[in-house]
């Protein structure tokens, strides 16, 4: 027998075939491997592997005091950079049972709906290239560039802020910063129709989502699959409503339930997202109180006293922890990062399975994944 | 539900659980032989209803380890804190609840990856971020040393 034969003899008895999508596949947008086994066309089993970006951030934490931290959260998921900073801010004033001034309340709640929408921008273009569509990346790029241009005028970053400081914020906003929003808004406001004509009622975009992926609720608690593709699921987890923070509290909104919890509900969430973070933006926008305070007075060095200190908060992905053991001196003693990507990733194999190879791309884009957050 | 039904609750399940001091959740110490068993019960009791596991985490306390389980309930929005001390230092071992909750398995393989502590009836325990070939120990333990990509302050 000729060795071209072999082969094909082999294949036909063991039709299991192993391939590598990643580390350096476009549709990850990051270091993620999936080890896929395939029988013809469809996935048998899945399993990722991570690591490739594991900076050990929570061991750099432990010799960093609570000021220092904050610049490393930053590098988490680069997309909610401001979530994240509030997290670990919002655990060290529970701590020291600081109250921050109101006006920083909302200052703090308008930064984190800014950054969700753009964070769901860029999840739009990038979802809508990776099926084929890269008309979308432009779109989704040139109006998220609006909101970095309020950012940078603001902070002088576009992505990397570590502007929320434990007990307010660096330094006080731009004069412009009002208006910028309520422009942003008028025109995202217009803009956001032309995305659901091009993508949302598009026939192949439907039919290529549509019934693929299937999260069950029970599935979607049971994994821990927070933020909107949670939500899809009918999990009601957003930590905005279920332990309010910030300015939270004082604006009306309703949280995006959807029942069905597949690829397209997914994507719908996080369109209507954008949305009520409109609304929401427009509420505190209104009611944010005037003045120039940006921070309460904090004494020079941090130092947390000894316990155990746990705080929520609903990043654009999903659920966030941040759990601070303290033993009185100004570096945690362990500090533990639950973050939303993690848990959402390994629920890619169940999701996958039984489907075609070409719908991984889809499934995978559906649970928005930030590869260094998963790794931290 | 109120901390303090709560509480009732967990001590009718359980007499000998510890109330720790904690000023946001109930927080209770589990001894490691009923962990598994109660946290089962935790989650099934039709008054209870644990469904949710949204962190589980190691801590180093130099003369033993802790694993601390978050667990809520979305029926009834109530919280609780669990916590379980391992025996030493060598070879730490506490029974895995990735059959309870199936996010569990990933986030025990993570600190069983950085801290070195072995999760028994573990579905599939190996390393999640560093390499299988990585020996050097284990890095979120207190006495790891690593001279030259840890500086000291």
Redesign the interface.
Known sequence: MSEEKKVIVELNENPEYIINMGPQHPSTHGVLRFEVSLQGEMVKHLIPH??YV?R?I??MCE?LTYPQVIHLTDRLDYLSAHMNNEAVSLCVE?ALEIEVPERVKYIRSILSELNRIASHQLWWSAFGMDLGGLTCFFYGLRDREKILDIFEESFGSRLLHSFIVPGGLMHDIHPNFKKGITDFIKYFRKKLPEYNRFLTGNVIFQARTKGLGILSKE?A????ITGPSGRASG???DIRK?EPYSAYPYVDFKEILYNEGDTFYRYVARMDEMVESMNILEQLIDKMPDGNEYTSKMKPVIKLPE????Q?VETARG?L?V?I?SDGNK?P??L?L?TPN??NL?IMNKLASGYKIADLVAISGSLDLVIPDI?? | MEQEQLKEKIIALLPEAEFNVNKQYLDINVPSDKMHAFVKLLKESDDLKLDYLFCLSGVDWKTHFTIVYHLTSTFFGHSLVLKVKTTGRENPEVASVADIYATAEFHEREVYDLMGIKFSDHPDLRRLFLDETFIEGFPLRKDYKDEINIIER
Request: aromatic content about 22%; glycine content about 14%.
């Open positions: 991570c690591g594991h050990g929570e061991k010799s529970n599935d608690i049971n994994y821990g999990f009601s987890c279920v316990g155990e200190y746990y929520r659920e922890g759990y053991v570096t003693y362990r533990k639950r993690f848990s390994f790794d931290r």
